[in-house]
Every structure is written in C-alpha cells, then in structure tokens.
C-alpha cells in the first residue's frame, strides 16, 4: 500500500518584487562551458557581460537597479571572452 506524504509546505507564496529592488538591464554573456557568468562577495558582484574585449560588470549587492551600459562602472579585461573570474 503506498502512503502520500503530506508536504507541510503546500500552500508557500510570495509576492513578486519590486523593479527597483532587482538588477535588470543586462545583455548576459553567449559563451558556452564550464565557466561561471556571476559572482559573489559579501559587498560585490561580478557578472560577464556580451561584447568585444571580455566586459565584465562590477556592481555592489546593496544597490540594486537598471544596468546601463554607457554609465554603468564595466571592466574590459582583454580581447578574447572572459571565462573565469573570482573575488
């Protein structure tokens, strides 16, 4: 006889959050591996970006908002893709 369990977390929701508490505006990296596109620090992150000479966005986590890519702080490290990076 099979017995269903009871998941105690049935009825979890939650709301949707605000535009300006998410980081939006991105245009993500297309390079395909085993490499990593974002990463974490207690005050920073680093996300791979698209584009020519391996652009990389240095933002901080307590201020989140829209990405623009002619003000927003980017990092161009060489002329190949960027692969791995870390803090």
Not at 25 to 37: A, H, R
Not at 45 to 68: A, I, N, Q, T
């Amino acid at each position: 006889m099979f017995k269903i369990r009871h998941s105690k977390y049935r009825h979890v929701f939650c709301d949707q959050p605000k535009p300006d508490q998410c980081f939006t505006g991105f245009k993500l990296s297309t390079v395909t591996g085993d490499q990593q596109y974002i990463k974490a620090s207690a005050k920073y992150y680093v996300v791979s970006l698209f584009g020519g000479g391996g652009p990389m966005h240095v933002g901080r986590l307590d201020r989140p908002g829209r990405f623009e890519a002619g003000t927003s702080c980017q990092v161009e490290g060489h002329t190949g893709a960027v692969l791995d990076f870390d803090f």
